[in-house]
């Protein structure tokens, strides 16, 4: 393991830390959260907080050190952590090594995690059973030299076993919209009104954002597409249960459109100012160009575009499963790294 050179060491150093430090902790993705969010999120996103005020409060309370994370330890999951150790400990561990490491516990569950900030990167140590189970490291706004050489770093510790691209266009022109394409070729498409005045051009079989819903049908039947009104989106009407929502009136009175064509499956949302949002998902044999080619062609260049890759490894060395995301921005990268114990 001499070879292993922390990842946010290097990276902080790399952002102006003191030399002395070199080393450890590989950055973020897939051991973070998006955004897209998005996307789906990660699960290390889904942990990366349902802090109520006190948690606020506490992570606030953070000190950001100037100073890189220490090196990866001998045994340790990341940087000095061990999967063996309480809070406490790690907390003491991070001190011995001069950062600064904070505690807290989810106001809602009592859960214990330790959150520590150095050089613009953030790293979060969940625990169960007062031992560690997941460790999320995040680093924003990264150059792109950092990042591959943040990758490399990881992967001297394993190599990928599953590896997963992402390409994410959305356009803000008339309305938000995305479009999702994987390397196994799945695509989502999903447009949202965003405030757009009535009229506006959804980007899709000639819809409008405001069309009433028997209009929405008509035109998407006229585009290929199998279009079913149904109330409330279908399933259980919470409108004919008991002790029915006070805004009942309003909702049941607003249907929502099933979609289907080919393998693609989605639906179209209306609130009382008309259509509202559309999401679809399928395949691509073409991994989504046609698609970008014709959502140019109506709303122009999109407005950003992400790629990002996710792998998955295993450190046997130091019993550690290791999630990494990196996703490519205009000009940087985010990088989330997620890490739990691994038998």
Same mark, same amino acid.
């Given at each position: 393991m001499k070879t292993w050179v922390g990842l946010l060491v290097f990276l902080a150093g790399c952002k102006g830390s003191t030399p002395e430090a070199p080393p450890p902790q590989a950055s973020a993705s897939a051991e973070v959260p998006s955004a897209s969010a998005s996307v789906t999120p990660p699960a290390s996103a889904a942990v990366a907080d349902d802090a109520g005020p006190e948690d606020a409060a506490a992570d606030e309370a953070v000190t950001t050190s100037n100073k890189a994370f220490p090196p990866l330890a001998k045994d340790a999951?990341? *940087?000095? $952590?061990?999967? #063996?150790?309480? *809070?406490?400990? $790690? $907390? *003491?561990?991070? %001190? /011995?090594a001069g950062v600064v490491a904070s505690p807290a516990n989810d106001r809602k569950t009592g859960a214990e995690r330790v959150s520590v900030k150095s050089n613009g990167w953030d790293a979060t140590i969940y625990f169960s059973a007062g031992k560690p189970n997941q460790i999320v490291v995040i680093g924003s706004n990264v150059s792109k030299d950092q990042a591959a050489k943040a990758v490399a770093k990881i992967a001297e510790r394993? &190599? !990928?076993t599953t590896t997963t691209e992402r390409t994410e266009h959305r356009w803000k022109k008339s309305g938000t919209v995305t479009v999702v394409v994987t390397s196994d070729g799945s695509m989502r498409e999903e447009y949202v009104r965003d405030g757009t005045p009535a009229g506006g051009n959804v980007g899709l079989a000639k819809l409008t954002w405001g069309m009433a819903p028997a209009a929405v049908q008509t035109a @998407?039947? !006229?585009? +290929?597409?199998t279009a079913r009104i149904t109330k409330g989106g279908g399933g259980v009407d919470p409108c *004919?249960?008991? #002790? &029915?929502?006070? /805004?009942?009136g309003k909702k049941s009175a607003t249907p929502s459109i099933a979609i289907t064509k080919g393998d693609q499956e989605g639906t179209a949302s209306f609130d009382d100012k008309g259509l509202t949002q559309v999401v679809l998902s399928g395949t691509s044999a073409d991994k989504g160009a046609g698609?970008? %080619? /014709? @959502?140019? !062609?109506? @709303? +122009? %260049?999109?407005a950003s575009i992400e790629t990002a890759t996710k792998t998955y490894r295993v450190d046997t060395a130091h019993a550690t499963g290791i999630d990494l995301e990196v996703k490519e921005h205009e000009g940087s990268s985010t990088i989330l790294a997620t890490y739990r114990p691994k038998s």
């Open positions: 999951a990341w *940087s000095v $952590v061990r999967w #063996n150790m309480t *809070s406490a400990e $790690v $907390v *003491s561990a991070f %001190k /011995d394993g &190599a !990928a @998407l039947q !006229a585009a +290929g597409y *004919s249960m008991p #002790n &029915a929502p006070p /805004d009942c698609r970008t %080619k /014709d @959502l140019e !062609a109506q @709303l +122009g %260049k999109p």
